[in-house]
């Protein structure tokens, strides 16, 4: 549970904006392009 805790938080910060860098892995980076293309104005 913790790690799943410590991963969620980098992820959400990609989602948000305050982290730029890619994420851990091609799919996961996939998943939040396609949140914020569908979710940002």
Request: proline share 0%.
């Amino acid at each position: 549970v913790e790690l799943g805790k410590e991963l969620g938080k980098g992820v959400y910060q990609r989602l948000v904006g305050s982290l730029e860098d890619s994420a851990e892995d091609g799919s996961t980076q996939g998943l939040i392009n396609y949140f914020r293309g569908r979710h940002r104005g």
